[in-house]
């Protein structure tokens, strides 16, 4: 080895990278202000076999640590070869190997030089650093020998390299100055003659420190003439007469500690190179000239880049809850299976018709458990990392240098139907909070969709944008939460709690007035707009008569002539639906509207000033407004107009031509923003990896004005907490209605990009889908059959005449991609793809809108059949979200820490039976149409084709909860009970089979975070639903099939109660329907057969007591679950008469005392039959 070869050169200060450098040469720098974890006492390379090196070394460590040695094997006329390899370090002085391959290109032949490095690390920025005071320790002069020449080494063969002492390589350890490994002594002198006597080991001088070194082989190794020394000091670490900071100076007078940031301080000592530090000069730490580093000079830019990080992860449910969940299901699944085998093998022979109608009940009760049970065996949580959305669409980066939003456009809808029953307040607020949400202003776009074609909304909503203007900079000024102003000026609490701009209170002053006066003007648009009807409908007559007179003609002729408009502030008619109606002006007969109320603003911040507004100060402060757009589709008589499902359509269309966000998000009218950050976190499942697998993201509904107790369970937190969570741990939560967002391509009708198909009788197999849509070789059906697989289409009939519209289509698929931003994302765009200003509206662009919201623009298309929400249910919104996932789609449901959305709820009871009414109707024409999850593709999971098909099946349950229900009262009034008698088996199985019901609610409250109240009103009134509106939801079904009657559709009136100081006046009024009947029937049946139960004890001469108890304990618990019906009709505490109570307890004595005449108590007891 020659002499004066250049060693490899550091690759930069890192903690892997940096520290004992073995090699030889004088003009080696070595480094500075490290201290070291292990000093590197010896290495030795031996062949060990072809083609393999093994590189042994000593050293003397501090700790027991694995450490990176990175070793660079040089050949002759080759590029060098740097590999690393980890060799562990147990103890002092252990020798520890490693074995290094190499490329069949490499020859052992060629191999000139070994070069090793250890780590080191920068003071006590190392664990396993310690300052403590050590003696130096010195190398063991018989394990270190010389290396043959360079012309010996390189003409050598490989087998000399071997063994004996030419297998050492020559080498110069340098060691950077640290406390831990140097002398207490200060000065510089050189080592006196006795140095290996009397004195100290610890009296030599601090090493060389800075860019001269001492050579231990001589020659041309520096200024310090050290170039013909010999002998043992030529094995030992090399040391000069160099002035050196002493330890003794930066020992701390107090503790006698050492101080390690004087030691830097003095030394000039560095940390390295990191995003934690960087030295001024970047220029440092270079690639040598061989290029050995491969990459140029390190720059602090290198390491400013963070590393990627996923924008949503599962928090799966602790096991120490599911797994007792799980478990308990099979128990609870066993002993309903073994309960019924021994019931159906113990008849009650006495009573054989009662046995046949409570096995029939238990054993489709059974069922029914397995349908709702079997889909929540895998629930999960979910979280999401809103500081990485905004790192990755709207920081400052390479490619956004501006930092605009990278985010994709986002098309809010707002559905409403008749002002009367739907407030316009109600709905302005609800847009208000839409308007004022945390999302990029340029890149939202809001809808609303006035089915009643009223102009009492249209006009609300121009008063609403008016007011929007200082009610959103207000809120974004003010950080304001919630953002529906009803809501913000009702909630109680400090509402300066947080606040800290001095101008807080007088803008929340100001606005107050302002948002009072704006409730004013919208309560009194309906009386406005029929004064201004009046009275330019008089002057049209006026004019009418005059012109008739100077026509010498009749003045009733004149005024037959004039017709009874309704007018708009403008004095133009209104197209839409008249006070008065009239030909192309009523209901289902009017034109389409599209009225861009709010222009699309600015792309760049536009920021208010001192000036801009008399009273409140937004300088800062970003005054855009969202764009919004009025709309309300054409209706003519003789079309069907699918009714939601057709409204939504029409936006989605429109949507496209003005906007085309590739994401949608709809609600109801009565629905508002409660949390402004939602939409966000709905974004970070969209725009994950994997995220363009995704259909859409449903909310849970939570709702407001709800009476504390919760009577009738409006909030329905069981379905929303509990289900609704479980099926996410599937293929996804069902679409419910309100509060979800959309990918616009998954809503026209597309499949995923990629999907599987799971066979099996289970859906054990899983088989991914090809490019193509469809498993290789398989049959495609119609419904699975991609769209873009269709060489037509793009033609009319899939989405219509309108190209404007079909040109949106790719473009929305585009922009709905996650970002291309790591290896593992598939099917995505590049980052600052979506940072170009949107072009203007022109009156091509409206016109376009205008013409496809036209009655007689889905003739021959596809909408409603596979593009869009599907039509044929009134509960579009569960068929829809079905089509979804049996292409394959996958959904998501987004719990926030702060409730997403709020609305309201009908707190009637009527209304309440109503509601329940239309969906249990929805679900009867589910199954009984081909949207039956029996008939669903291999795309759809096993455990959610069941979730779909409870769906379909539950109202059916109703006949056998209605025939359950009354079990009871017929075995009070027969005197007979379900089993011949109490049995212990009997009432060890049903003891059985409630704990473990009981213990199974108990562990869903624990991982979906339901209440027990909760759970215990969701019950009751799943009985009173059962009782009543799902048995009236079957018969319409069955009565639709059958006879083809169409089923009726109500409105839910969202109208508060007119009494102002009761909030819950409506929840006592009593509204008579049919649906009354069955629940009240089941009542007085019940009641008067717990009196009659009661009188055949008492005058029997030989009282059948275990009969009494059976049949009255059932009778009890069906009474208790009926409590809050009856409680709904008795009215207001203490207002109902007295009367009524001694009337119901004298009927039922009568009834009773009747019956005891007609059917006497039998005085034998009998048993399987038999007289006793």
Known sequence: MSSGFRPLPRIGRSSTMDGFIVGTGPDWPPSDGFTCVAQLMAVRTTVVRKGHVRIRGKASIFRQTMLPFHVRLNFNGRSPKVSPLRIFLASQFAPSHATISLPPSLSIDELVRVDVRSPCFHGSTHPHARHRPRRRRQFNEDAVERAPSSTTRRSSPPSTMSGGGNDYANYTVVMPPTPDNQPYGGGGGAPSSTSTGGTKPDDFPLPPYGPKLVNRRGGAGGDDGAGAASGKMDRRLSTARVPAPSKSLLVR??????????????????????????????????????????????????????????????????????????????????????????????????????????????????????????????????????????????????????????????????????????????????????????????????????????????????????????????????????????SYFNQKGDPTKGKKRPDFVKDRRWIKREYDEFKVRINGLADLIRRRANAMNARERKLARDKAAAATLDAPAADATTVKATWMADGTHWPGTWLDSAPDHAKGDHASIVQVMIKNPHYDVVHGDAGSHPYLDFTGVDVRVPMFVYLSREKRPGYDHNKKAGAMNAMVRASAILSNGPFMLNFDCDHYIYNCTAIREAMCYMLDRGGDRICYIQFPQRFEGIDPSDRYANHNTVFFDGNMRALDGLQGPMYVGTGCLFRRYAVYGFSPPRTSEYRGIYGQLKVPIDAHGHSSGAPVAEELRPLSEHPDHEAPQRFGKSKMFIETIAVAEYQGRPLQDHPSVQNGRPPGALLMPRPPLDAATVAESVAVISCWYEDGTEWGQRVGWIYGSVTEDVVTGYRMHNRGWRSVYCITRRDAFRGTAPINLTDRLHQVLRWATGSVEIFFSKNNALLASQRLKFLQRLSYLNVGIYPFTSLFLIMYCLLPALSLFSGQFIVATLDPTFLCYLLLITITLMLLCLLEVKWSGIGLEEWWRNEQFWVIGGTSAHLAAVLQGLLKVIAGIEISFTLTAKAAADDDDDPFAELYLVKWTSLFIPPLAVIGINIIALVVGVSRAVYAEIPQYSKLLGGGFFSFWVLAHYYPFAKGLMGRRGRTPTLVYVWAGLISITISLLWITISPPDDRITQGGIDV
């Not at 390479?398 to 994709?408: A, E, Q, V």
């Open 253 to 486: 007078s107090q503790t006698g500690d050492f101080d390690h940031n004087r030691w830097l301080f003095e030394t000039k000592g560095t940390y390295g190179i990191g995003n934690a530090y960087w030295p001024q000069d970047n220029n440092v730490y270079a690639d040598d000239e061989d290029g050995a580093g491969g990459g140029g000079p390190v720059k602090m830019e290198d390491l400013v880049d963070k590393p990627w990080k996923p924008l949503s992860r599962k928090v799966p449910i602790p096991p120490g809850v599911l797994s007792p969940y799980r478990l308990l299901v099979l128990v609870r699944f066993i002993s309903l299976f073994l309960f019924l085998i021994w019931r159906v093998t113990n008849p009650n022979l006495d009573a054989l018709w009662l046995w046949g109608i409570s096995i029939v009940c238990e054993f489709w009760f059974a069922f029914s458990w397995l349908l709702d049970q079997m889909p929540k065996l895998n629930p999960i949580n979910r979280a999401v990392d809103l500081a990485a959305l905004r790192e990755k669409f709207e920081s400052v980066t390479p490619t956004n240098p501006t930092g605009r939003s990278d985010l994709p456009g986002l098309d809010v809808f707002i559905s409403t139907a008749d002002p009367y029953k739907e407030p316009p307040l109600t709905t302005a607020n609800s847009l208000l909070s839409i308007l004022g949400t945390e999302y990029p202003v340029e890149k939202l776009f809001v809808y609303i969709s006035d089915d009643g074609g009223a102009l009492l909304t249209f006009e609300a909503m121009a008063e609403a944008c008016e007011f929007a203007k200082v009610w959103v900079p207000f809120c974004r000024k003010h950080a304001i939460e919630p953002r529906n102003p009803d």
